[in-house]
C-alpha cells in the first residue's frame, strides 16, 4: 500500500514539452486541427439532417457518431490549447474528474456506436430485402439511446468506486489531459476491487463491440464474395468501406495501448494514441466518409449552391 494518502486539490499536467516556442507551435497546429475537425463534422450534421438522400439509417448513425467526436475532441482540446498558450499547467480537481469521466464517457459510447453501425452495414448488405423494414427510424433512435445509456451504465459503478479512493502525495500527471493511466498511477489504498471492474468494463466495451465488429465484417465479405458481377462487389464493399477504416483506426490505436510491454512506455504510448483518438480520428473521420462517398459530396454541393444563392440575393 502506498503511503501519505492525501486529497489534492489540482494536478500539475506536464503536457507535452517544456520549451516555450513548441509549446506555441503545438498550439498553433492543435487550433487549426480542433477548428477542422468542429467544421468536418458540424458539416456531416447538417447535411444529413437538411438533405433528402441522407435520410437513412447509415448518415442517422453517422451523425450522431459526429456528435460524438466533436464532445470527445471538446473534451480535452480547449484545455489543452489553453495550457499550451498560457503555459499555465494546473487543473483543479473536480475538473480533472470531469473530464476523466466524460472522456472515457464518449469514448466508450463510440465503441458501442461502432458496433451497431457495423450491423447496420451487416443487415444492408446480407439482407437487403428486409433492411428497411428491420432498421426503421423507431428502431435506429433506440439504438443510438441504447449507445448512451449502455456506456453510462457499464461506467458510473467503475467511476464511483475510482472517487471514493484516495490520491498519493504526488499531483503530477504525465499526460496533457486527465487520462486513466496516469490517474490511476497516483490512486492508494487497495485498488483490486477498481481494476476487476474496470478489466469488465474494458472486456464489455472493447472486446465485446470489436467481436460484434469482426462479425459482422465476416459475414459481410462472406456475402460481397458471392455477388457474380464485379461491379455489384465494387458497390457493396464501397457502402461498408469507409466504416470498417474508422473501426480499423479506433480499435487498432486502444489495442496496442493494452499491449504495450511496459507501464512506463504505456504512458508515453498513451499520449500517441491519444493524440491520434482526440485529435486525429475526429478530423480524419468525416473527410473518410464523404471523400469515399457520392451522395455526401452532391449533398455537400448543392448546400454550396444554396449559399452561394442566398448570398448573392443579400448582395442585390
Not at 147 to 170: E, V
Amino acid at each position: 500500500m502506498k503511503s501519505n494518502e492525501t486529497r489534492t486539490s489540482e494536478f500539475m499536467l506536464l503536457g507535452f514539452t517544456d520549451i516555450r516556442i513548441l509549446q506555441l507551435l503545438f498550439f498553433v497546429i492543435l487550433l487549426f486541427s480542433y477548428f477542422s475537425t468542429i467544421t468536418a463534422n458540424a458539416v456531416i450534421i447538417t447535411l444529413a439532417n437538411i438533405d433528402y438522400r441522407l435520410q437513412t439509417p447509415m448518415y442517422f448513425f453517422l451523425w450522431n457518431f459526429s456528435i460524438l467526436e466533436i464532445g470527445f475532441t471538446t473534451a480535452v482540446t480547449p484545455q489543452t490549447l489553453s495550457h499550451l498558450l498560457t503555459g499555465h499547467k494546473n487543473i483543479p480537481y473536480v475538473g480533472c474528474m470531469i473530464q476523466f469521466f466524460v472522456y472515457l464517457y464518449l469514448g466508450t459510447t463510440e465503441f458501442l456506436l461502432l458496433a451497431v453501425m457495423s450491423y447496420d452495414r451487416y443487415l444492408a448488405i446480407c439482407n437487403p430485402l428486409h433492411y428497411p423494414s428491420i432498421m426503421h427510424k423507431s428502431l435506429c433512435t433506440l439504438l443510438v439511446f441504447s449507445c448512451w445509456m449502455g456506456s453510462f451504465l457499464l461506467l458510473i459503478g467503475p467511476y464511483l468506486i475510482f472517487l471514493q479512493l484516495p490520491m498519493c502525495d504526488s499531483n503530477i500527471l504525465d499526460h496533457f489531459f486527465c487520462d486513466k493511466t496516469p490517474l490511476f498511477q497516483l490512486l492508494c489504498g487497495d485498488t483490486r476491487v477498481l481494476e476487476l471492474f474496470g478489466f469488465i468494463t474494458a472486456a464489455l466495451s472493447l472486446l465485446g463491440t470489436l467481436s460484434i465488429s469482426m462479425a459482422s465484417y465476416i459475414k459481410i465479405i462472406k456475402s460481397i464474395l458471392t455477388i457474380p458481377s464485379a461491379t455489384g462487389r465494387k458497390k457493396a464493399f464501397s457502402t461498408c468501406a469507409s466504416h470498417f477504416i474508422v473501426v480499423s483506426i479506433t480499435y487498432g490505436s486502444c489495442i496496442f495501448l493494452y499491449i504495450s510491454p511496459s507501464q512506463a512506455s504505456k504512458v508515453e504510448f498513451g499520449k500517441i494514441v491519444a493524440i491520434l483518438n482526440t485529435i486525429v480520428s475526429p478530423l480524419l473521420n468525416p473527410f473518410i466518409y464523404s471523400l469515399r462517398n457520392q451522395q455526401v459530396q452532391e449533398a455537400l454541393k448543392d448546400l454550396r449552391q444554396v449559399v452561394i444563392f442566398i448570398k448573392g440575393s443579400r448582395k442585390t
